[in-house]
C-alpha cells in the first residue's frame, strides 16, 4: 500500500459533514464514499429516497479537514454510465480518487478518458491512473 500509517474509513457519506471533524481527530486519514451517481434524481431513486446533497457537504468538508478523499462509483449502462466525464472531471478540479468498481467493462470506460496516463507504484487492487493536468486520479478496482 502507499503508506502503512493510513486509516481508512467507508461511508455513503450521509453523516459525513458531522463526523469528518472527530474521524481527524481520532486519527483517520482517508475517507471512501460509495456515492454511484452525482445526478439529484437518480440519486435519491437509487438510495431508498435519501438526498444527494448530505453526501457531497460531506466530501467538501472531509477534504477541509485534510483528510485524502477516494469516491468508489459502480457505473451500469444505461443508469450511470453518462457520468463517466463528470466523475473524470472531479480529478481535474480536486485531489480525489474516484475508483470505478467492476461493474461495468472498464475498457469501455477508458475508451471515453483517451489520454488516461498509468500511475506507477502500488496501490493494491486498483490499477491508477492519471491525466497529466489533473489533481486527483481515476483507478480500476481489479475485478
Same mark, same amino acid.
Given at each position: 500500500? =502507499? $503508506?502503512? !500509517? *493510513? *486509516? ?5 457519506? !450521509? ?10 481527530? $481520532? ?15 437518480? @440519486?435519491?431513486?437509487? $438510495?431508498?429516497?435519501?438526498?444527494? !446533497? ?10 477541509? =479537514? ?13 443508469? $450511470? ?13 480536486? *485531489? @480525489?480518487? #474516484? #475508483? ?5 467493462? !472498464?475498457?469501455?470506460? *477508458? ?7 498509468? #500511475? ?8 491508477? @491512473?492519471?491525466?497529466? #493536468? ?10
Amino acid at each position: 500500500m =502507499e $503508506n502503512a !500509517q *493510513k *486509516k481508512t474509513v467507508v461511508t455513503d457519506g !450521509q453523516d459525513l459533514a458531522e463526523k469528518a471533524a472527530d474521524l481527524k481527530k $481520532n486519527g483517520v486519514t482517508d475517507v471512501t464514499v460509495i456515492v454511484n451517481t452525482f445526478n439529484y434524481t437518480r @440519486y435519491k431513486e437509487s $438510495n431508498g429516497g435519501k438526498e444527494l !446533497q448530505p453526501v457531497i457537504d460531506g466530501i467538501n468538508k472531509a477534504i477541509g =479537514e485534510g483528510l485524502n478523499v477516494r469516491l468508489n462509483v459502480g457505473l451500469k449502462e444505461g443508469f $450511470n454510465d453518462d457520468e463517466i466525464l463528470d466523475f473524470l472531471q472531479l480529478t481535474l478540479m480536486h *485531489k @480525489y480518487d #474516484v #475508483v470505478f468498481l467492476p461493474t461495468m467493462d !472498464q475498457e469501455k470506460i *477508458k475508451a471515453k478518458m483517451p489520454g488516461l496516463r498509468k #500511475v506507477e507504484g502500488d496501490f493494491g487492487e486498483v490499477d491508477m @491512473y492519471k491525466y497529466a #493536468v489533473a489533481r486527483g486520479r481515476i483507478g480500476f478496482l481489479r475485478g
